[in-house]
């Protein structure tokens, strides 16, 4: 049967160009269609966003050729320091300490500005022949047939393929006509996103601060500046955001602290609800939801992106052995292999990050206690503390090829 492609990516954010570049490794043709124009995706300003990339996801952009050009605009995180405390009050001297000269391959991960992974993406979509990437019209509509899935845009066009990935987000419309339900909750806390210039160099040290209203979480960046996630209740971040950059800055500071000196705004200022949501299923007929699609997380221990691209590694892996065992690449048994793969590494994370967010982001004294000193003892326990630094750079578990830093 004659398709317009091998497979309709919808969503050109981050996951969907990862993919159809992953599936063009082993053969496949794909259109990523996007919503949003492409000048938005390639504007050049600093906009203050930026990604905690693991070192598996650095393997994955090496292993897609991408990590090249990436590296010279990369901050290489060397160590991790996990505290508690209060807002000017400064850190528990119990606190949790992580290098990465501790295992093999050095840096557990990088810190990469959004525009810079948007730039690449682009590039190589664009090199790629068999990549196509149709930006600025959206898709209204989807069908799924005995051997074809079909999308119809805006404009009326239909484009068919063997299926559809759903890249596009967490209120994933291709989940939606799917009849792919949702369940999770609100955690009634915002995360305000915005980059720092400060007088003092960072070392490459990543903090994870963690107060009562949510976790700080402060990613060097290249030169003298860092990348922040603030997380505060819904209530409080709306006003903070409303604030001018001094007002802004005043409120950072107490939970900042002073360690790295005198600190000014850089780039723009974001916030995002934060909740759990996890798809009831990760497929349907010809559709199968990657990345955000599936599972949307709280953003402590940065792992969001990272966990979207181990689906990312697993489902283009997926497909292309299916194809060179001349299967159907949308039969509904290849795309489940993909989600028993995932599930369960997902729905682990998924508790481990809520059970983290709920344990600390209080002020009971008991749990206080309790909190500094398990991060004290787990700070002197050699074998332990590798383990956890081998989960952060996300080289534990059943890994795809792509994250091992292999082709498909």
């Not at 124009?37 to 504007?43: K, L, N």
């Not at 930006?135 to 051997?147: K, N, T």
């Not at 079909?150 to 299926?163: S, Y």
């Amino acid at each position: 049967m004659a398709r317009d492609t091998d497979v309709l990516i919808v969503g050109g954010g981050l996951n969907g160009p990862l993919l159809a570049l992953a599936l063009a490794q082993g053969g496949i043709a794909s259109v990523v269609l996007d919503a949003r124009p492409r000048e938005e995706r390639a504007a050049e300003d600093f906009d203050g966003r930026a990604y905690a990339l693991s070192l598996a996801s650095r393997r994955m952009l090496a292993a897609l050729g991408l990590w090249r050009g990436l590296a010279p605009k990369a901050q290489a995180i060397e160590r991790i320091a996990i505290s508690d405390g209060r807002p000017g009050e400064g850190a528990s001297p119990l606190a949790l300490h992580f290098d990465g000269q501790e295992i093999d391959e050095g840096p557990m991960g990088h810190v990469l500005e959004d525009r810079f992974l948007r730039w690449a993406l682009l590039e190589a979509m664009d090199a790629e022949p068999l990549v196509s990437h149709r930006a600025g019209i959206a898709v209204v509509g989807q069908e799924a047939g005995p051997g074809t899935a079909t999308v119809i845009l805006a404009d009326g066009t239909r484009l068919t393929g063997a299926l559809i990935a759903g890249c596009d987000g967490r209120d994933s419309a291709v989940a939606k006509r799917a009849g792919i339900g949702r369940r999770g909750w609100n955690y009634g806390q915002t995360s305000l996103v915005a980059a720092v210039a400060h007088e003092r160099p960072h070392g490459g040290v990543a903090h994870q601060f963690f107060v009562p209203a949510g976790p700080l979480a402060i990613l060097p960046l290249p030169g003298n500046r860092s990348s922040i996630v603030w997380t505060e209740s819904t209530a409080r971040a709306a006003a903070i955001s409303g604030l001018d950059p001094a007002g802004y800055l005043a409120e950072l500071r107490p939970r900042f602290g002073d360690f790295l000196g005198a600190l000014r705004l850089e780039g723009g200022r974001w916030s995002y609800p934060l909740g759990l949501t996890l798809a009831d299923r990760w497929t349907a007929p010809r559709i199968a939801l990657v990345g955000d699609a599936a599972h949307g997380i709280h953003p402590l221990a940065g792992q969001g992106l990272n966990l979207g691209l181990r689906d990312v590694a697993a489902f283009a892996e997926v497909l292309v052995e299916a194809l060179r065992r001349g299967q159907d690449i949308g039969a509904a048994d290849v795309l489940e292999t993909y989600a028993r793969w995932r599930r369960s590494d997902t729905v682990m994370m998924a508790a481990a990050t809520d059970g983290l967010n709920r344990l600390f982001s209080n002020d009971n004294p008991l749990l206080r206690l309790g909190r500094d000193l398990g991060l004290g003892l787990v700070d002197r326990l050699p074998g332990l503390r590798r383990r956890l630094i081998s989960e952060a750079a996300g080289v534990t578990g059943d890994l795809p090829r792509l994250l091992r830093g292999q082709p498909i």
